[in-house]
């Protein structure tokens, strides 16, 4: 096998304990590429904002559900990580992008979690259909 050629998947319940399993095997995978310590906190960083979001609002008013993380790395040290849900899906998502913008004010959330996404990673894209689910693909070369 071609060193960096990896992938894994992962469902998980959407609770928040699993936050910090999703932070760690981001870093796990993206270790195999030999990055910087800033490289992986930056990942780090970036993959619990978007699993914290599934935790904390794909589910609001229903029984939670699973977050499901697919992540990949292939020989050139691209790291590629999707972050999928079937819950309420975001009706705006060029409103929910903007820095401060929150459906949660009341839980002090500051709306930031988007822009550090943007941020940390190389790119960020955000797919989401109402009612159906949300899916948050970053990807970093490392
Ligand atoms: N997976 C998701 N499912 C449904 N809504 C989402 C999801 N992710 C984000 N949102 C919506 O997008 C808004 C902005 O998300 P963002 O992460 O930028 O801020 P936040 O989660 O409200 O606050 P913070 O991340 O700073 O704690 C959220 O308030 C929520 O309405
Ligand atoms: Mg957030």
Redesign the pocket.
């Known amino acids: 096998m071609i060193k960096g050629n990896n992938s894994v998947k992962l469902t998980l319940p959407a609770i928040s304990i699993n936050e910090s399993y999703a932070r760690v095997a981001a870093a796990a995978l993206a270790a195999q590429a030999d990055p910087t310590i800033e490289q992986i906190a930056d990942i780090k960083t970036a993959v619990s904002?978007?699993v914290?979001?599934?935790i904390?609002?794909?589910y609001?008013g229903m029984p939670a559900g699973k977050v499901y993380i697919t992540m990949k790395l292939d020989e050139k040290g691209i790291f590629t990580v999707t972050?999928r849900?079937t819950?309420?899906?975001?009706e705006d998502i060029g409103r929910?992008?903007e820095?401060c913008?929150?459906?949660?004010p009341a839980e002090?959330?500051?709306?930031?979690?988007?822009?550090?996404?943007e941020t940390f990673m190389d790119s960020l894209r955000?797919r989401?259909r109402p009612g159906r689910?949300?899916t948050?693909t970053m990807i970093k070369r490392l």
Do not use: L, Y
């Open positions: 904002e978007a914290t979001n599934v904390v609002h794909a609001r972050v849900d819950g309420c899906g975001i929910a992008r820095p913008f929150t459906t949660a002090e959330r500051s709306g930031m979690g988007f822009s550090i996404m955000v989401s689910g949300t948050v």
